[in-house]
């Protein structure tokens, strides 16, 4: 019993220590496409990573994008460019920008802004087809960490 | 036993007689052996600057789903055109009427769905096959309309589009129906829901294309109602419509809304000059 307390104790901690370091989307800082700072100033986890970029409901960065050292992970679409070596083109900061959201590097694209929760056309409630019952309840499609875990990851991406 | 053989043996046969007939992306679509179907030719003028050719999904499907449109024994929309065949028949109604009492046979409609969706002068406004239907239903033979996307319209549809196969649509979008013309093109360039994504971004800019395993077609409608494989049923415009746009992760719009309705004149007139080829297959 007092353990359980104490771990709620040090959970309910946890999540107030992470939500103070959190930039919310409305201030991250975007410099030709880049974010400079960690949106959560918590070090990325890159098999997190591969979990958000294979994952239908999250990422499902693989539905555009090929990316050899995930292939074991079947269907790899090819809407967007390989991301093979993105480690070597793009610094940790410019992916950054990328994920959370590409249309400031790459104005137009095609590319979801994953860290973006307002400023849509008929936002629904995900994939119900209906209107959400309060549009400011809307969450971003990946939360702060995990851009984190998925920038971990395609840092990793070396020719 | 010898059944079986025999059966066996007809099914070689029959694969024999369609392998060379199994088809490319470039190979010609000729339904019964003898309804040509264009599947690729060049884009109406309006698309000028946006595509220079257009093809019809068939064109994106594999060889096993597009050898099920070529014959219709084994198309399995077919029976849903049968169905309707039979309603077409039926007197229903205050009036004591059929469709037949006013047409006679369905082939008296050749050519109504290549033209559709159209400027209706009476109505004032564009309207739809089902919109068409639903009229001589409550007008002319005094029985209840059909739901737009109901088993009973999507018959329908198959049918009328079954008596055009192999002409051209060709729906007007000047003169009277421009003004919902141009509702519709703005529609199809709004980028919709969480995802942002508009119709264009994925038929235009990106046909024949992977996303995911999915194979990008320029989501033509020439070939609708659509057997949906997935579905197993017939497939309105309307409702693939509402798909799509849910899958934007966007609040869609209803079906038989004024919305799809242009959406409708819109994307069929980016089909102008491709066949009529409904009910086709589809995955």
């Given at each position: ?35 400079a ?24 960065c ?29 610094t ?9 959201n ?58 | ?5 025999l ?20 190979d010609?679509l000729?339904?019964?052996g ?7 030719t ?9 595509l220079?050719?257009?093809r ?36 229903e ?9 006013c047409h006679?046979?369905p ?62 649509v060709?729906?007007a ?11 519709g ?34 989501g ?42 242009a ?13 009529v ?7």
């Open positions: 019993m007092r353990t359980a307390l104490a771990s709620v104790v040090a959970l309910t901690l946890c999540v107030g220590v992470a939500q103070a370091d959190t930039i919310t989307p409305e201030d991250v800082m975007f410099d030709y496409g880049e974010v700072q960690s949106l959560t100033g918590t070090p990325g986890d890159a098999a997190n990573g591969i979990k958000v970029m294979t994952n239908r409901g999250l990422g499902n693989i539905a555009c994008h090929q990316v050899t050292a995930l292939e074991e992970y079947p269907y790899h679409g090819e809407v967007g460019p390989s991301l093979d070596g993105a480690g070597d083109r793009w940790p900061e410019q992916l950054r920008g990328i994920v959370a590409a249309k400031e590097m790459f104005p137009d694209s095609i590319m979801p802004s994953f860290y973006k929760r307002s400023g849509y056309i008929r936002v629904g409630d995900a994939f119900t087809g209906k209107a959400p019952a309060n549009e400011s309840d809307i969450t971003t499609l990946l939360t702060a960490q995990e851009i984190e875990d998925v920038v971990a990851f395609l840092v990793t991406l070396k020719d | 036993m010898r059944k079986a053989a059966h066996v043996a007809a099914g070689v046969l029959t694969l024999a007689a369609a392998a060379p007939a199994l088809a490319g992306e470039n010609p000729i339904i019964n003898q309804i040509e179907i264009t599947t690729r060049a884009a109406p003028a309006h698309l000028d600057g946006h220079s050719e257009i019809s999904g068939w064109t994106f499907r594999t060889d096993e789903t597009q050898v099920m449109q070529m014959d219709d024994f084994d198309n399995p929309a077919m029976i849903y055109v049968d169905a309707a065949t039979d309603a077409w028949n039926t007197v109604g205050s009036a004591d009427k059929s469709c037949a009492s006679e046979g082939e008296s409609l050749a050519g109504f769905r290549a033209t559709t969706p159209k400027w209706n002068a009476e109505a004032g406004a564009v309207w739809t096959q089902e919109m068409y239907v639903n009229n001589c239903r409550t007008e002319r033979m005094g029985a209840e309309a059909w739901d737009w996307n109901g088993q009973d319209m999507r018959n329908m549809t198959a049918l009328l589009a079954s008596v055009s196969r192999g002409m051209p060709n729906v979008i000047d003169g009277p129906a421009a003004e919902t013309w141009e509702k093109r703005e529609m199809y360039y709004t980028r919709f829901g969480q995802l942002e994504l508009s119709c264009a971004n994925c038929h235009e800019d990106n046909y024949d294309n992977l996303i995911r395993a999915d194979h990008l077609s320029q033509q409608i020439n070939a609708f109602p659509a057997y949906r494989l997935k579905d197993t049923n017939l497939v309105s415009v309307h409702n693939r419509f509402r798909g799509c746009i849910r899958d934007t992760r966007a609040a869609t719009f209803a079906v038989g809304s004024p919305e799809f309705i959406l409708e004149l819109y994307v069929a007139s980016r089909g102008n000059g491709l066949s080829e409904g009910p086709s297959v589809r995955n």
